[in-house]
């Protein structure tokens, strides 16, 4: 087992710590310990993989490859609640977000150390003012930039170096600006957030700790609100942990079934094959197999965690410089 710190890495602060889990994966033990000053859980070895490791990790690259052409309803009501300005986005990905910000009427920038999300944001939405760098390269070469807004969703977890990383947000955000963030419950019933663990995910976090550690370096918290596990997300759980075993080939033979109907499903444009989203009839008799099978499962367990503060799985918070 590793050593227990001697101080915490998220307050700085000479502390004693609680062991509350570990976990092993790829040769490496990690161990998760909390804070009894500070509240909120790091894992040790308490170090970021680096860009390398995320650029081949299949939940990223899947994404790079496909990137999501939504965004999320919060992110959508916090541009909604906010006159246009400049916006800066760290950990950008593939950009879907910067492209509705830019939509709404946002200057829009942004950075991420995968190459591969930043090239699918230049060549799928066609934005032009995002690179591949760290935030620490981007405010020293960039030391006059100043913007209204920064953001940073399902950041914060992954990174080792908190103080240093809200200090350059701060730097970045104009007198009165805001910051924006999103980032796992350290709550959560770990069955709805298997992936928040290390080396992807460093520290754990509740809606208390959080906002102490703002508010203890200077920011007004005007929002932080812990979203619910929806039905649909328990859904989507179940089907993902059990599907294989009660999908009796349903959808494939509709959807070969349609592939004879409609030959022209892949086309070649541009040189490049395009691929085209099921069908209706296909996107369907999927969705209804879920809610068939899955759906009472579902309900049962949504009323189960309705009382309980483990139905949480993530955190939306919105922070305002003191001017």
Not at 123 to 145: K, M, Q, T
Not at 275 to 282: C, E, G, H, M, T
Request: glycine share 8%; aromatic share 12%.
């Amino acid at each position: 087992m590793i050593n227990q710190p001697s101080s915490c890495p998220i307050c700085g602060r000479t502390a004693n710590f609680k062991l509350i889990q570990s976990h092993q994966t790829g040769g490496v033990s990690y161990f998760l310990y909390q804070c009894f000053l500070c509240q909120v859980g790091h894992w040790q070895p308490f170090k970021n993989p680096g860009s390398d490791w995320y650029e081949q990790d299949e939940r990223y690259s899947g994404i790079n490859s496909q990137p999501f052409l939504d965004v999320k309803p919060g992110q959508k009501l916090l541009l909604n609640q906010l006159k246009p300005g400049k916006l800066f986005d760290i950990g950008c990905g593939s950009g879907n977000f910067l492209a509705y910000a830019k939509k709404m009427g946002w200057d829009v920038g942004g950075i991420d150390f995968d190459r591969n999300a930043i090239a699918a944001a230049q060549n799928v939405f066609g934005l032009s003012d995002v690179e591949v760098s760290d935030l620490e390269g981007y405010c020293r070469r960039h030391s006059n930039n100043k913007f209204d807004l920064v953001t940073f969703f399902d950041v914060f977890e992954h990174i080792d170096n908190h103080q240093e990383f809200i200090d350059y947000v701060r730097g970045l955000v104009t007198s009165g600006g805001r910051l924006a963030m999103t980032l796992p419950y350290g709550g959560a019933w770990r069955w709805l957030v298997p992936h928040d663990l290390p080396p992807r995910h460093l520290t754990r976090w509740t809606d208390v700790a959080l906002k102490k550690y703002l508010e203890d370096r200077g920011w007004v918290v005007e929002q932080i609100v812990k979203e619910p596990a929806t039905l649909e997300y328990l859904l989507m759980k179940i089907r993902f942990r059990y599907g294989r075993r009660f999908s009796f080939g349903l959808v494939k033979k509709i959807s070969n079934q349609d592939k004879k109907n409609n030959p022209v499903k892949n086309q070649v444009v541009a040189g490049k094959k395009n691929k085209i989203s099921l069908s209706p009839l296909v996107a369907r008799a999927a969705r209804l197999k879920d809610w068939i099978l899955f759906g009472l499962p579902a309900l049962a367990l949504w009323v189960v965690l309705l009382l309980s503060e483990k139905r949480y799985v993530g955190m939306f918070l919105v922070a305002k410089t003191i001017v």
